[in-house]
């Protein structure tokens, strides 16, 4: 079966935050290509599923069974040659939620917590509001590619509890590879820091990186590792709140389940798990083809700044179905103004990922053509 992305499906008015400028006191005149989420339809068998539910029409108190963790299971296997085993697993409502639960659970008030920005800006939310410690590994910049600084990491783990890895990278699209995560790991075993790895984005990878489960690379590295996954991204699922989060380390797992119940929090949605595993049991195809076409979609990006708009600088992405631009060249005072203002783009300001952020922006590339079209030469008509 060939699926069509390239179908422009009208979002305004269905409560879509990505899709509501009046939410965010924005112009009603810019197009969104902010958060992310994707403008395509979920698979169907996904809907299909869905439908069945909503038919039976009885939503009471459920669990996930014994089948839902078997899909799981051949899942990673097949996609990541990852064993994942069962009393690992924790559901929740999210990556963000597993992530604060986890930061409280595993750490005190004024503990150091690493983080390296640019990064996904919940990190900086889930160590600063609970009132820890940010202490930031930066990413080095160089020739156009972001690095880790290794050095400086392990200065940073001899005062830290807790490392929150993005893998893969949001917002510059870094797919760690094997040796730079071994490299982190060990520091982090050396210093007795415990990992949070947000792997949220680890099927949207393009040739020839390859996605390394970061407790996979070790039974050390697993001991200290909560790996936070989730069908949200891959599936566009995210408003059915579901995560999967494994954690082999029983004393981690015990406390951060805990902290889960001191929450008030209990089973999640059961059309959240319910489409989950219709995703990863019948959705391969659809992904495949999902994978393709967001690839198309980057080259057609790629083209068109190098044609059109060379000061722009694509931060060229290994994963991850957003990109990272860096818009420096044009010495724009007021680079957020001028994107919306001007462009007439809804776009993530670089400054939300942390300080070095500043002259970047982060778009989302999950869309059809036609509309990255549209906001690539609403660029080009303001440069």
Known sequence: ?????????????????????????????????????????????????????VEHGIFGYSEAGEEYFDTLKQWFQTRHNWTVEQNSLTLTFGIVN??????????????????????????????????????????????????????????????????????????????????????????????????????????????????????????EFADITITCTAPSKTFNLAGLTLSNIFIDNKEIRRKFRREYEAAGLSQPSLLG????????????????????????NLEFTRDFLVNNVPSVKLIEPEGTYLLWFDFRELNVPNLDDFILNKAKLWLDGGTMFGASGKGFQRLNMACPRSTLEDALLRIKNVC
């Open 1 to 53: 079966m060939t699926y069509n992305f390239d179908e422009v499906i009208n979002r305004y008015g269905t409560g879509s935050i990505k899709f509501s400028p009046e939410f965010r006191n924005k112009p009603s005149d810019v197009l969104p290509m902010w958060v992310a989420d994707m403008d395509f339809k979920a698979p169907p068998c996904v809907l299909e599923e869905l439908h069945r539910r």
């Open 98 to 219: 597993a992530v604060y639960l986890a930061v409280r659970a595993l750490t005190s008030e004024g503990d150091g917590v690493i983080i390296q920005q640019p990064v996904y800006y919940p990190f900086e939310g889930a160590v600063s509001d609970n009132r820890r410690k940010v202490l930031n590994n930066g990413l080095i910049y160089e020739n156009g590619r972001y690095a880790m600084d290794l050095n400086d990491f392990e200065e940073k783990a001899k005062l830290a509890k807790v490392f929150i890895l993005c893998n893969p990278h949001n917002p510059v699209g870094r797919v760690w590879t094997r040796d730079e995560l071994k490299a982190v790991g060990d520091i982090c075993v050396r210093y007795g820091v415990t990992v949070i790895s947000d792997e949220i984005h680890q099927d949207f990878i393009f040739a020839p990186s390859k996605h390394t489960v970061f407790a996979d690379i070790s039974p």
């Open 273 to 296: 798990f319910a489409a989950c595993q219709a995703a990863y049991s019948g959705g391969v195809e659809w992904l495949e083809q999902l994978v393709k076409y967001l690839a198309g």
